[in-house]
């Protein structure tokens, strides 16, 4: 996907600068939902369908954005390598990152695995899975946000027997069911719906207009 091919949206003014992003599922979200999208990875990203920087996301300026989200690395917090590998090979930057977007002074958003809300690392201020958006998948992540959350309600999870399951035999078709048809099957498997970040991002406009009302 380029610019070219983007999907059509209405622009709402505001910058947002997504840290860790990835191959750009929550980026498209923000974008979807009018911001103008800068991304940022320490790794490169060749199918990210936007502005992109590689960089370290801990010393990226924060300066010039209204909003800065971050979705730090998740493997120290998932159950699935507590299965497979081993949580300590894996770097644990949601502590340290959240002091980072403090100290900002900007509005922020993380996201990350539900394990970090169980555990109580992370407060989960919008607990999203893709059946609330009317996609064909489940899968949860939890949003922790400057300003608490709030806002609009979506509706309960609903895991009905014909969700697909995330399996690397069937990666293509979930990562089209989550909305992220330009990455490869690779990219996809640490992707995230952009229909979260969508919402999110209506819920950062309606709580700025409240707070100015």
Known sequence: MNARVLPLRKPNGLRVLDLCCGAGGLSMGYYLAGYDVVGVDVNPQPNYPFTFHQADALTFPLDGYDLVHASWPCERYARVTAWRGNQ???????????????????????????????????????????????????????????????????????HHKDLLAFEHKGERAYADAMGCTWMTNKEARKAVPPAYTQFIGHQFLTHERTAAA
């Not at 990152?97 to 993380?110: C, D, F, M, N, T």
């Not at 996201?111 to 489940?138: H, I, K, M, S």
């Open 88 to 158: 300590d090979d894996h770097p644990d930057l949601l502590a340290i990152g959240r002091e980072h977007l403090k100290a900002s002074g900007i509005p922020w958003v993380i996201e990350n695995v539900p394990e970090t809300a169980w555990a109580g690392l992370l407060r989960p201020d919008y607990l999203l899975c893709g059946t609330q958006f009317g996609l064909n998948v489940r899968r949860h992540r939890a949003f922790e946000t400057s300003w608490g959350g709030g806002g609009d309600l979506v509706a309960p999870c609903w």
